[in-house]
């Protein structure tokens, strides 16, 4: 009875056998079934589902999206590939579109290429390339965090904006006047706002 609920589980979860998710950077055409991404998640516990299909779905999604920004840097062979997951994590856990963080290191440093020189992991141009990093997951962490406005210390620049207000204070339009056009076509190629939900493959 167990594993009877449990296939039941799966395959509300990923409408079984024919839902796939697709998506395209380029000319990299990357595919991934619902079902081998499921795989990866341990969701039984004692015979149990140890995720709801709210939770479950979430991972799928955070999977999807981290997959694309990995997939972006690496056709163009930019250093950060294999940072994705932690810059959707923490783009998501402060409040910001999941293509944020990524578009921003892609404008600011090609993607890792030409980070800032004078200091360690700072593929942002944070600080004016004054501070370093201990790794760029340190970068991507902080990054994420001033830009969500959860930093007392820069909250009043970020705070409670939009994606284009918050570039535009990252980058005011009198020092560099299309950053926040450009940061945002860059986010739009890496994938579609709702890349990995239920929404985008219906739309696929």
């Known amino acids: 009875m167990k594993n009877k609920n449990l296939i039941r589980f799966v395959q509300s979860l990923v409408l079984l056998p024919v839902i796939t998710t697709s998506f395209s950077m380029g000319s990299v055409?990357?595919?991934?079934?619902?079902?081998?991404?499921l795989a990866k998640i341990n969701i039984e516990t004692d015979g149990a589902p140890a995720l709801n299909q709210a939770a479950a779905t979430e991972v799928l999604t955070k999977e999807a999206r981290a997959r694309a920004v990995d997939a972006y840097f690496k056709e163009r062979d930019m250093p950060l590939a294999g940072t994705g997951m932690a810059m959707v994590t923490e783009a998501e856990k402060n409040g910001l579109d999941w293509r944020l963080v990524a578009a921003i290191a892609v404008r600011e440093s090609t993607g890792g290429k030409f980070a800032c020189k004078r200091v360690d992991n700072n593929p942002f141009g944070w600080g004016s390339c004054k501070i370093g990093f201990k790794s760029n997951e340190h970068a991507i962490a902080t990054i994420a965090r001033n830009l969500g406005g959860n930093n007392p210390n820069t909250a009043y620049h970020?705070?409670?904006?939009?994606?284009?207000?918050?570039?535009?204070?990252?980058?005011?339009p009198s020092i560099v006047p299309r950053?926040?056009?450009?940061?945002?076509?860059?986010?739009?190629?890496?994938?579609?706002?709702?890349l990995g939900t239920m929404n985008s493959l219906a739309q696929s």
Request: proline content about 5%; charged content about 20%.
């Open 179 to 194: 950053y926040a056009d450009q940061v945002i076509a860059i986010m739009n190629s890496i994938g579609p706002i709702n």
């Open 29 to 37: 055409q990357k595919t991934e079934t619902a079902t081998n991404l």
């Open 158 to 172: 970020y705070e409670d904006k939009d994606t284009k207000a918050i570039l535009q204070a990252y980058n005011p």
